[in-house]
């Protein structure tokens, strides 16, 4: 089941300097398209997840626009062509 993830620009650069990354495998949860992203881009894997695989509490997920928090958090369904956008948190003022 393909899948896009949309990287922000901090993370551009351990991706290769690519703002999107086309996933092309099988997952039906948010934790399963994680584990494939960091098949081939470990790096930004990390970033996102920690090391006991939670995602850190800085970074937001959003399916289709929707937070992966509201949706069931890593369990959350995702369909056949989502567009899985990380968003790290921004704080300053």
């Given at each position: 089941m393909p899948f896009v993830f949309v990287i922000p620009g901090p993370l551009r650069e351990i991706a290769g300097g690519r703002g999107e990354i086309r996933v092309d495998g099988s997952?039906?949860?948010?934790s399963e398209a994680l584990a494939l992203l960091g098949d081939d881009y470990p790096k930004v894997h990390d970033r996102i997840v920690t090391e006991l695989g939670e995602v850190?509490?800085?970074?937001?997920?959003?399916?289709?626009?929707?937070?992966?928090?509201?949706?069931?958090?890593?369990?959350?369904?995702?369909?056949?062509?989502?567009e899985i956008i990380i968003l790290p948190a921004v704080s300053g003022g």
């Open positions: 997952a039906v949860s948010v850190r509490p800085h970074i937001n997920i959003f399916i289709d626009g929707d937070s992966f928090r509201d949706l069931g958090g890593l369990d959350a369904s995702i369909r056949n062509g989502a």
